[in-house]
């Protein structure tokens, strides 16, 4: 029919092949009348009501000998709801994936002192009051105080801080923490699921299940819609029964009515420009999760950063040389030779800044590494030693401490020769990013585990609305849920462990470069680039996907708004026309390839440029 075929066997041909079809889909019209009788119809009662009272009237036109059918409008509005829906239930929940991957932060083995002896044990038999044993390099397996020894921990999966703290005797570890550089002893005081970390996998949980869900656009207005073609088309049929019309032309009226009304193009205008800004935006590195996404995206109010990492570089840098007595040049280039074979953070930043600024390393002669102080060693037959004002002490050596901040203490043949400074600092686009998301309307807010003087400072210099600073993983979510109580929807951009938490508790969480795997896994969007300007990026991604969407849903609704009077013969007593089958499933299929071309002017999307 669509074809021009008239020959006889085909109608029973077109039977035959829309049998299969209809069962495929039979969960439309499960669900689809389900909602109908339930008062509460959406767009499967649509697609329900006009499937099936198109096949019944068509077989009732095979029986009786009628012209007029409509198997393969059927199958076809079948088969691209179908595309449709397979097209939006592609994202999957990635919630084990997140959880596993926090959990692999915890060793399976561990060494304890028991009866004075030393045991490996599996982390599962740890018991409140056991000594640990950690040696360098390995993770911390519970929460607990160290009693023995001193070393420098990575707190990053919970602070989010680049910069190693310091551990002795009295002070607090934690689960999931990675030691550095010396050996500790420490007691158990919080084991399984009383630990840190275990709190943490166990809010993610919660943050994920709690999620809202989105509701689609098209189904909210089929809900409305399905009712007034269903009275249309009542109100049709009555209108040509008052009129005296046939038995057999006041079905076709009915029929033609919910035919024309059936949303093919309704079923495609959403899933074909997601699946277009998906794929567009795989290409400029944005890695969208969900369908959902994009509508939350597009109308947040409030989107908050993590600030190491996100809105820094999330690594040590050398921000100023201060010699004594020495050139900085000779002051970098002994501090380096000490350093070259030191595994500590910052150790590794200044050999760095040495090989990037081409000052010459000496060899080392006479390494040693005292843990939890600093390094020495003989280079150019100078005795040269680097490390906190602790090591200094040990060497008799008093230098300032105030207002220090991160640095390293070089010392020369017994003699202060200098200090080196380090800081985290500033990636080049933050500001700018920063300050498109505040042109746009959007409230910026900085989540950092950092002090208050530093936090202050970024925040001043990357020019955000507001700050929070010294936040553990469960306040950064409390203050999450705060702003989304009273500014929702909301956004968090992070890139660590710590983050976790927050990101699960916003309402679109976006994980930006090389953060952790478990970040990149609980987030809906990531950002393959090690850049913030990729999230403004997707957020305009978002709002143009968006645009599409509105536009296919106003042609798709717009075309069977017009053409329902049509079907309904408003025509016929003006000009004898009533609506053709072949028609009909012509002008779906035209209504149909609108909107995908529609969606694939998406294709043209150019990422904005956040300055």
């Not at 009915?254 to 074909?272: E, R």
């Not at 369908?291 to 939350?296: P, R």
Request: aromatic share 8%.
């Amino acid at each position: 029919m669509l074809l021009g075929i008239t020959f006889p066997l085909c109608p029973y041909i077109c039977l035959i092949l829309v049998l299969p079809v209809m069962f495929i889909g039979r969960r439309y019209y499960t669900a689809g009348f389900r909602n109908l009788f339930r008062l509460a119809p959406n767009m499967d009662s649509l697609i329900a009501v006009s499937t099936a009272a198109s096949f019944l009237y068509s077989c009732w036109s095979l029986i009786s000998g009628g012209h007029h059918f409509y198997f393969e409008s059927i199958g076809m509005i079948i088969t691209l709801v179908m595309l449709g829906k397979y097209l939006e239930s592609r994202s999957v929940a990635h919630s084990g994936e997140t959880l596993k991957k926090l959990m692999q932060l915890i060793p399976d083995k561990v060494t304890v002192i028991r009866r004075g002896r030393e045991r490996e044990i599996d982390v599962a038999k740890i018991l409140v009051g056991d000594t640990v044993l950690i040696h360098p390099g390995e993770r911390i397996p519970v929460d607990g105080t160290v009693t023995e020894g001193a070393s420098c921990v990575d707190e990053s999966i919970l602070t989010g801080e680049s910069m190693p703290v310091e551990k002795n005797p009295g002070d607090r570890v934690i689960g999931g923490t990675g030691n550095i550089d010396g050996m500790l002893r420490f007691r158990a005081e919080k084991v399984g699921r009383d630990t840190v970390l275990s709190g943490i996998i166990r809010m993610v949980e919660k943050a994920q299940s709690s999620k809202p869900r989105i509701a689609r656009l098209a189904d909210v207005i089929s809900g409305y819609f399905t009712v007034f073609v269903m009275i249309a088309a009542l109100l049709a049929a009555v209108i040509w029964f008052l009129a005296g019309q046939t038995h057999e032309f006041i079905l076709r009226v009915f029929v033609s009515v919910l035919v024309i009304a059936c949303p093919c193009a309704l079923g495609l205008a959403t899933p074909v420009a997601v699946i277009t800004g998906v794929g567009r935006g795989a290409e400029a590195g944005l890695l969208f999760k969900s369908a959902s996404v994009f509508e939350v995206f597009s109308r947040i109010k409030v989107i908050f950063f993590d600030k190491t990492g996100t809105l820094t570089v999330g690594r040590p840098e050398v921000t100023d040389v201060v010699p004594v007595d020495m050139t900085a040049d000779t002051l970098l280039s002994l501090a380096a030779a000490v350093e070259k074979y030191s595994e500590h953070p910052l150790g590794k930043a200044l050999v760095a800044y040495c090989e990037k600024k081409g000052i010459d390393i000496p060899e080392a002669a006479d390494f040693r590494s005292e843990a939890g102080l600093g390094v020495r060693c003989i280079a150019d037959g100078k005795s040269v030693a680097a490390g906190n004002a602790r090591f200094m002490g040990t060497m008799g050596i008093t230098p300032d401490t105030r207002d220090s901040g991160t640095c390293i203490y070089i010392a020369v043949d017994g003699r202060l020769a200098g200090t080196v400074y380090f800081a985290d600092t500033m990636k080049p686009e933050s500001a700018d990013t920063v300050a498109a998301f505040r042109k746009h309307g959007i409230r910026t807010v900085m989540l950092t585990g950092d002090n208050r003087d530093a936090a202050s400072a970024m925040a001043a210099e990357c020019g955000v609305d507001g700050y929070r600073d010294s936040l553990m993983p469960e306040e950064k979510e409390a203050c999450i849920r705060e702003y989304r109580e009273k500014l929702s929807p909301v956004a968090m951009v992070g890139d660590g462990v710590n983050d976790a938490v927050a990101m699960a508790a916003a309402d679109v969480s976006i994980a930006v470069g090389t953060g952790a795997d478990c970040t990149r896994e609980l987030s809906d969007v990531v950002i393959v680039k090690d850049d913030v300007t990729g999230v403004y990026e997707a957020m305009d991604l978002s709002c143009a996907v968006m645009r599409n969407i509105r536009q296919n849903l106003a042609w798709a609704f717009g075309y069977n708004l017009l053409m329902i009077p049509v079907a309904a013969g408003a025509l016929y007593p003006v000009c004898g026309l009533l609506l053709n089958p072949m028609i009909a499933a012509a002008a779906m299929s035209c209504s149909s390839l609108t909107v995908v071309g529609n969606a694939l002017r998406l294709r043209k999307w150019r990422p904005a440029s956040a300055a």
